[in-house]
């Protein structure tokens, strides 16, 4: 970091054999002189703990903490019979402590600093809760029952310091003329969250390493569950009927960053960068500020009923069937506050786009930005960056100011669209049937088959994100500037980027299927032979419909002219191909102009397993219980998980279809109990001494072999991105297999790829 290049003298160089746009101050180069320092810079700086390790590469300070985690937990159950027809029991579970406290925080959460707080406090981790469940059941008559549940559970997790001022600006002196500017008042008064790496500093000092957001985070979940369960046995059939009612209740921070954050580190981008990222604090100079413009909680509700009618049908002796029909309605999580908001292709409307300054030459060869793609600075309505201060650099891809419609497409819930963002899927119907047949008379060899439709909500987060969208929460980004200059009312936009739900509103499905014998054999053990099998449909996907298609960045008409050089016209054919590296940025070729990657939540992903499931189990006789196990399956999808990125150009299936992540061919697995036989009865061994110690001895075990999972090889290009070597940011290039990757390979950890 000698050489800091000085950003007042934007154009020049800075380096051992040209130091004159260098900081220096009175000769010293590297120091930066009192009238360029920055007060709230300095006073970042100084929370940190000064240096106690010298001579190390990429870091200059250490510590070893403990940790505690202290729990309580209380139970209480009651079993009760109220007379010889009706009996009932309770249980309740009170999480009276569970906290994590750790001076680096609980990974995975909002805060997670990586160096100790001045204080000497500590980020707390906090959940208590409890859970309560109720039964009651009824002998109705000889024939029938009856079973009642209700259970609730209740979950609140915090995580915040454990002094409050260690994450405020007032608890550490960044007030007055030390405070670090932002657009909005920071909740709660929590401090900018900041970076200084870019390429120069590793290890740099970081308010949250986890995930998350970095600001207050605060989330209860509460479940209601009622079930009610009738049985009937109507001379040769069993049938049973019953409802389900759950109520759930989750209310949730949005992960925004409501206090701001700065990214000072350097970049070669950034025209005022100094170089390094601590000297770039030290003058105000950041690479990107961005601050969500409200902290909000979402408050967030959904209730699943079920009813079902199920017979199991004594038909013959040998032949019972298991048929019944079960509804769903599940209605999709929402916030009750109308506070999430979706995008609608069909909805925006091109007129009406915010327009980008786009990289253009003016006559005489000098960079500007011009709000048209063929930089005609005299055409109406022509708007350049010349009207700024700064180099053009700095507003090139940023949004011009009051040049459209921020909310373009956008549709917030209860205006204009109900308050799920989608359609409710109506009542789901579930057919299940099975049936069971003796083959031999005497119960030693049984065939049993069975099919079913199960259906389950997805997980919340998928919703959750929604509420990070305009027009509830705006999160403007501005880069490249001095932080005193930092103004909401003057900051050029960049784009941003959205989360959308698909309308189609449909709940994901799973079809079940499985067919076997079962046989008894000598030596009390019993062989299980079955096919299973599964069809996972309308699984989740994440589709971005903003990306820059695929070989835009190819295309003549997308390169960038500036990067192609003053008086040079871009051509790009096939006797001239372009490489993809000097053409626009995504954001100037995306179908909805305005905004970056705008991924929905979809519902067309597909799976399917196959299987052959052998078990031999020998009941528990002489001692000893021995089990063996063994699966050989395949399992392919198109989506390992929730949110699996689809293609944008409609070939998922073609492209990612292929083994699931988690797949497991072969699974061979043996459990085994055994009782060591003791001494009892062995002459001059029986006696109370040698039984206490060498009787009533147990050997258990699971044993498991089974083959791994599928490996995806990857590669990359240095200097090169996605968008260069794809033509599209929204997804990276991929290995082709053209032959057999094991062969001539060897057990050489360098040598398992040909």
């Given at each position: 970091a000698?050489?800091i290049?000085?950003?007042?003298l934007?154009?020049?160089?800075?380096n051992?054999?040209?130091?004159?746009?260098?900081l220096q101050?009175?000769?010293?180069?590297?120091?930066?002189p009192?009238?360029?320092?920055?007060?709230?810079?300095?006073?970042l700086l100084s929370i940190?703990?000064?240096?106690n390790v010298s001579?190390?590469?990429?870091y200059n300070?250490?510590s070893?903490?403990?940790?505690s985690?202290?729990r309580?937990?209380?139970?209480l159950r009651?079993?009760?019979?109220?007379?010889q027809n009706?009996r009932v029991w309770?249980s309740?579970t009170?999480?009276?402590?569970?906290v994590?406290?750790?001076a680096?925080?609980?990974?995975?959460?909002?805060?997670?600093?990586?160096?100790p707080?001045?204080?000497g406090?500590?980020a707390q981790y906090k959940?208590?809760?409890?859970a309560?469940?109720f039964?009651l059941t009824?002998t109705?008559?000889p024939?029938?029952t009856n079973?009642?549940t209700?259970g609730m559970?209740?979950?609140l997790v915090t995580?915040?310091?454990?002094i409050?001022?260690d994450?405020?600006?007032?608890?550490?002196?960044?007030?007055g003329?030390?405070?670090?500017?932002?657009?909005y008042?920071p909740?709660?008064d929590w401090?900018?969250?900041f970076?200084?790496?870019g390429?120069?500093?590793?290890?740099s000092?970081?308010?949250?390493t986890g995930?998350?957001a970095?600001s207050?985070?605060?989330?209860?979940?509460?479940t209601i569950?009622?079930a009610?369960?009738y049985s009937?046995?109507?001379r040769n059939h069993?049938?049973k009927t019953g409802?389900?009612?759950?109520r759930?209740?989750k209310?949730?921070?949005a992960f925004?960053?409501?206090s701001g954050?700065?990214n000072f580190?350097?970049s070669s981008?950034?025209?005022?960068?100094?170089g390094?990222?601590?000297?770039?604090?030290?003058?105000?100079v950041?690479t990107q500020?961005?601050?969500?413009?409200?902290?909000?909680?979402?408050?967030?509700?959904?209730?699943?009923?079920e009813m079902?009618?199920q017979d199991?049908?004594?038909?013959?002796?040998?032949?019972?069937?298991n048929?019944?029909?079960?509804?769903y309605?599940v209605?999709?999580?929402?916030?009750q506050?109308?506070q999430t908001?979706t995008?609608?292709?069909?909805?925006y409307?091109p007129?009406r786009?915010?327009?980008?300054?786009?990289?253009?030459f003016?006559?005489s060869g000098?960079?500007?930005?011009?709000?048209r793609?063929?930089?005609?600075?005299?055409?109406?309505?022509?708007?350049?960056t010349?009207?700024y201060?700064g180099p053009a650099?700095?507003?090139?891809?940023?949004?011009?100011?009051?040049?459209?419609?921020l909310t373009n497409?956008?549709l917030?819930?209860?205006?204009g669209?109900?308050?799920?963002?989608m359609?409710?899927?109506?009542?789901?119907?579930?057919?299940?049937?099975?049936i069971?047949?003796?083959l031999?008379g005497?119960?030693?060899?049984?065939?049993?088959?069975?099919?079913g439709a199960?259906y389950?909500r997805?997980?919340?987060?998928?919703i959750f994100?929604?509420?990070?969208n305009?027009?509830?929460?705006?999160?403007?980004?501005?880069?490249?500037?001095?932080a005193?200059d930092?103004?909401?009312s003057?900051?050029l936009?960049?784009t941003?980027?959205?989360?959308?739900?698909?309308?189609a509103?449909?709940v994901?499905?799973?079809?079940?299927?499985?067919?076997?014998?079962?046989?008894?054999?000598?030596?009390?053990m019993?062989?299980?032979?079955?096919?299973?099998?599964a069809?996972?449909r309308k699984?989740?996907?994440?589709?971005n419909i903003?990306?820059?298609p695929?070989?835009?960045?190819?295309?003549?008409?997308n390169?960038?002219?500036?990067?192609?050089?003053?008086?040079?016209?871009?051509?790009?054919d096939?006797?001239?191909p372009c490489?993809?590296t000097?053409?626009?940025?995504?954001?100037?070729?995306?179908p909805?102009s305005?905004?970056?990657n705008?991924p929905?939540?979809g519902?067309g992903a597909?799976?399917?397993?196959?299987?052959?499931?052998?078990?031999?189990?020998?009941r528990?006789?002489?001692g000893?219980f021995l089990?063996?196990?063994?699966?050989?399956?395949?399992c392919?999808?198109c989506?390992d998980?929730?949110?699996?990125?689809?293609?944008?150009?409609?070939?998922?299936?073609l492209?990612?279809?292929?083994p699931?992540?988690?797949?497991i061919r072969?699974?061979l697995?043996?459990n085994?109990?055994?009782?060591?036989?003791?001494?009892t009865g062995?002459?001059?061994?029986d006696n109370p001494?040698?039984r206490g110690?060498?009787?009533?001895?147990?050997?258990?075990?699971?044993t498991?072999?089974r083959?791994?999972?599928p490996?995806?090889?990857g590669?990359s290009?240095?200097?090169?991105?996605?968008?260069?070597?794809?033509?599209?940011?929204?997804f990276?290039a991929r290995?082709k297999?053209?032959?057999v990757?094991t062969?001539?390979?060897?057990g050489?950890p360098?040598?398992?790829?040909?």
């Amino acid at each position: 970091a000698q050489y800091i290049h000085d950003p007042l003298l934007p154009s020049g160089h800075c380096n051992a054999s040209d130091t004159t746009n260098c900081l220096q101050n009175n000769g010293v180069i590297g120091q930066i002189p009192a009238n360029q320092l920055y007060a709230p810079g300095l006073a970042l700086l100084s929370i940190f703990p000064e240096p106690n390790v010298s001579g190390q590469k990429g870091y200059n300070f250490q510590s070893a903490v403990s940790s505690s985690n202290p729990r309580h937990e209380q139970l209480l159950r009651m079993d009760y019979n109220l007379s010889q027809n009706w009996r009932v029991w309770g249980s309740f579970t009170n999480l009276v402590q569970d906290v994590e406290t750790g001076a680096y925080g609980p990974q995975g959460y909002s805060l997670t600093p990586n160096y100790p707080f001045p204080s000497g406090g500590a980020a707390q981790y906090k959940h208590p809760g409890y859970a309560l469940s109720f039964n009651l059941t009824t002998t109705l008559s000889p024939t029938s029952t009856n079973e009642f549940t209700y259970g609730m559970a209740h979950h609140l997790v915090t995580v915040l310091p454990s002094i409050p001022t260690d994450v405020t600006r007032a608890g550490l002196g960044l007030t007055g003329s030390k405070a670090l500017p932002t657009f909005y008042t920071p909740y709660a008064d929590w401090i900018p969250e900041f970076s200084f790496g870019g390429s120069k500093i590793s290890n740099s000092p970081s308010m949250r390493t986890g995930g998350g957001a970095f600001s207050p985070f605060s989330t209860y979940n509460t479940t209601i569950e009622f079930a009610d369960n009738y049985s009937k046995i109507l001379r040769n059939h069993i049938l049973k009927t019953g409802v389900y009612l759950q109520r759930n209740r989750k209310d949730q921070s949005a992960f925004v960053n409501s206090s701001g954050t700065y990214n000072f580190g350097d970049s070669s981008s950034n025209p005022l960068d100094t170089g390094f990222g601590f000297a770039n604090a030290a003058v105000g100079v950041y690479t990107q500020f961005s601050q969500a413009s409200n902290y909000l909680m979402g408050e967030y509700r959904y209730t699943n009923l079920e009813m079902y009618i199920q017979d199991t049908w004594k038909v013959k002796p040998r032949v019972t069937l298991n048929y019944g029909l079960r509804a769903y309605y599940v209605q999709p999580q929402f916030d009750q506050m109308l506070q999430t908001s979706t995008f609608f292709p069909n909805r925006y409307d091109p007129t009406r786009a915010t327009q980008l300054f786009w990289p253009c030459f003016d006559s005489s060869g000098t960079k500007i930005g011009v709000n048209r793609q063929d930089c005609n600075v005299n055409a109406p309505g022509a708007i350049t960056t010349a009207q700024y201060p700064g180099p053009a650099s700095l507003y090139i891809g940023k949004i011009v100011p009051n040049s459209g419609d921020l909310t373009n497409g956008i549709l917030q819930a209860g205006v204009g669209i109900n308050k799920y963002l989608m359609r409710s899927p109506g009542i789901l119907w579930a057919p299940r049937f099975g049936i069971a047949i003796g083959l031999t008379g005497n119960g030693n060899m049984v065939f049993h088959a069975g099919a079913g439709a199960f259906y389950d909500r997805y997980q919340g987060n998928e919703i959750f994100n929604t509420i990070t969208n305009p027009p509830s929460i705006y999160t403007p980004t501005v880069y490249n500037g001095f932080a005193q200059d930092l103004n909401p009312s003057n900051a050029l936009l960049g784009t941003s980027n959205l989360t959308a739900m698909s309308y189609a509103g449909k709940v994901p499905a799973t079809y079940n299927f499985s067919a076997g014998i079962q046989a008894k054999l000598p030596y009390q053990m019993v062989l299980d032979t079955s096919y299973v099998g599964a069809l996972g449909r309308k699984l989740l996907y994440n589709l971005n419909i903003n990306g820059a298609p695929y070989g835009a960045a190819f295309l003549t008409q997308n390169q960038d002219p500036t990067k192609w050089g003053f008086g040079n016209t871009p051509i790009c054919d096939a006797a001239n191909p372009c490489d993809g590296t000097k053409s626009y940025s995504p954001d100037y070729v995306r179908p909805y102009s305005g905004y970056g990657n705008i991924p929905i939540q979809g519902f067309g992903a597909t799976s399917n397993y196959n299987s052959l499931q052998l078990s031999l189990s020998r009941r528990y006789a002489k001692g000893l219980f021995l089990g063996v196990a063994y699966t050989w399956s395949k399992c392919l999808t198109c989506s390992d998980n929730d949110g699996a990125g689809a293609r944008i150009d409609n070939l998922t299936v073609l492209a990612n279809y292929g083994p699931c992540g988690y797949d497991i061919r072969q699974n061979l697995t043996f459990n085994y109990v055994y009782n060591i036989p003791g001494v009892t009865g062995h002459g001059s061994l029986d006696n109370p001494i040698t039984r206490g110690i060498l009787n009533d001895w147990q050997v258990s075990g699971i044993t498991t072999y089974r083959t791994g999972t599928p490996f995806s090889p990857g590669f990359s290009v240095s200097g090169y991105d996605n968008f260069s070597l794809t033509g599209t940011g929204a997804f990276g290039a991929r290995v082709k297999l053209v032959g057999v990757p094991t062969s001539g390979a060897s057990g050489s950890p360098y040598n398992r790829l040909n």
